[in-house]
């Protein structure tokens, strides 16, 4: 893109409302001459220069520091001005005004990014991580939008992608010369490759799941029979009375919605309505809701009376293929001790909500759940999207080797490769939409 052809834009990039300090950042190539007009001082790259901020009529709006960023080594890639003013809402809305009228429009949401993103400046995952960054609630997913923003999630995808490129080098080099004594897509090189491929796209896969979810908070769903302890769960988990509690079966009809944090760690609590044959059409529809909420869980928390003696037709009744943890509550009413058994097939978990006994079993199981509690040396912040490339490069490679296993169709196996390759550039911005490109860029805050 040619920096010199854009309009030059303005915007206040502190919060909204009085502090001391309060930032104006403009960017263009009208900004030295901004500063020029505002200041009628020469301003010299990267050093900062205190200076009275001019009104059209040389009366003083404010005074402050001024500091110029020459183009490319600049945040945009471009020149950028920062002037730092008195924190009050109306004095920067003024000098804001004065920028305007020297030439610069009003930045757009998120323009300031965009323009380092087209300028090469960083990719788009690293564009992305800086809104995270901003928006972080704990200070793991600050760690994590960190890792994100300095580009180990790109560099791993960077990565792949040239493999990816160079092993369709090696299948098209094949294609070519199927006349030589050795049949390069059956001597094991390239099966050999694409498994190792699968592999890494699978720990990628898994990484930034749990990137997503300490962005986004994992979203627990309490499930179980009526009086199973759903409802004191998320009161304890809470640490309020978010749910009324009652020992009368059916007290929760709807769905209730909690956002805590646990330990830092971000969670959506979400209680049910029992699960339970009912001919109360109210009931019916809290149950109908109950299912609902638990497809849609990154877990559910399945919570059996460990009096109930016939668990297994609740447990019957949950979807397979979702992330389960059996919960059995009340053991105080057995006296038996608090424990957590974990197996191949699934996690069961006993404890009394009441007496709080067993209860850091499962706070410790949530943290590890969603990676908390794990190294997070290369855990990196992700998105929705970034999932669903890497779902579909990961599917796509898959083909490519059931192709070579089937078929040796060395044609399809590049061609699934090639698709794989644009599937994971569109995570850096190598291959983006416009319309992706402009969706991404209006969720961030106007300045940055």
Known sequence: MDIEHIDTIAAIATPPGNGGVGIIRISGRLALEIAAQLTKKTLTARTSRFSNFLEHDNSVIDSGIALYFPAPASYTGEDVLELQAHGGSVVLNMLLRRVLALGARLARPGEFTQRAFLNNKLDLAQAEAIADLIESSTEQSVRSAQRSMQGVFSEQINNLITELTELRVYIEAAIDFVDEEIDFLTDGVVENRLVSLIKRLQDIQQTAKQG?????????????????????????????????VTDIAGTTRDVLRERI??????????????????????????????????????????????????????????????????????????????EIKITASDTQIYLSIKTGAGMDLLIQHLKQSVGYNESTENIFIARTRHLEALKKGHELVQNALHQLQTTQAGELVAEDLRQAQQALAEITGEFTSDDLLGKIFSSFCIGK
């Open 261 to 338: 944090q646990l330990d830092g760690m971000p969670l959506h609590i979400i209680d049910t309505a029992g699960l339970r044959e009912s001919s109360n059409a109210i009931e019916q529809e809290g149950i109908r809701r109950a299912q609902e909420e638990i497809r849609k869980a990154d877990k559910v928390l399945l919570l059996i009376d460990a009096r109930d003696k016939e668990p297994q037709t609740l447990l019957d009744s949950i979807p397979e293929g979702l992330d389960i943890t059996t919960v059995y509550n009340k053991i105080d009413l057995l006296e038996i001790a608090p």
């Open 212 to 244: 997503r979810l300490l962005r986004d908070g994992m979203t627990v769903v309490l499930a179980g029979k009526p009086n199973a302890g759903k409802s004191s769960l998320l009161n304890a988990l809470a640490g309020h009375d978010a749910a009324i």
